[in-house]
Nanobody
Framework: QVQLVESGGGLVQPGGSLRLSCAVS????????WGWYRQAPGKQRELVAA??????KYVDSVKGRFTLSRDSVKNTVYLQMNTLKPEDTAVYYC???????????????WGQGTQVTVSS
């Protein structure tokens, strides 16, 4: 059974930093793509950053402040968030398009979400 477990959220003051982590467990065949999404109260879930074989992309509002990285050995993806702003407040979700030993073609899996609150 595949699980995505997120950590690293919390309360931070404007201008501060946080690093989110998302680790995948299970019988993984291949991870095709990773993504970090966020959903603020009353808003739709939006893609913040994503990485696949073609490279990494970011939503315009986080460019220059957020960095997505991955550790392929640990099957873990990170989101380093710097110069945080109140408008970054949201629940952040990890997504992985991955194949398992039983089902090698990519399927979407989601983490449980972690709250990030930016406030003074």
């Amino acid at each position: 059974q595949v699980q995505l477990v997120e950590s690293g959220g919390g309360l931070v003051q404007p201008g501060g930093s946080l690093r989110l982590s998302c680790a995948v467990s299970g019988t993984i065949f291949r991870i095709y793509a990773w993504g970090w999404y966020r959903q603020a109260p009353g808003k739709q879930r939006e893609l913040v950053a994503a990485i696949n074989s073609g490279g990494t992309k970011y939503v315009d509002s986080v460019k220059g402040r957020f960095t997505l990285s991955r550790d392929s050995v640990k099957n873990t993806v990170y989101l380093q968030m710097n110069t945080l702003k109140p408008e970054d407040t949201a629940v952040y979700y990890c997504n992985a398009d991955l194949g398992t030993i039983r089902t090698p073609t990519p399927q979407a899996y989601w983490g449980q979400g972690t709250q990030v609150t930016v406030s003074s």
